[in-house]
């Protein structure tokens, strides 16, 4: 979703959209890896559509796997 909304469409708001609504899936655990792929991916989107200038609030593993 990321890719696709972001880099091919830019679609940066509406992938952000959709990111955020896979936490309402009711299988969906906020506790698991699932959630800090779907904070990366935000990260991600936001960075791309110059909505976000720092990675400040993301956990170190994050901004680290956000830059591989």
Do not use: C, P
């Amino acid at each position: 979703m990321t890719h696709v909304m972001g880099e091919h469409l830019g679609e940066w708001e509406k992938g952000i959209e959709l990111l955020k609504q896979l936490r309402t899936v009711s299988f969906f655990d906020s506790k698991s890896e699932s959630e800090q792929a779907v904070l990366r991916s935000v990260a991600s989107l936001e960075v791309a559509g110059n909505k976000r200038e720092s990675l400040d609030d993301l956990s170190a593993s994050n901004q680290i796997l956000f830059l591989l």
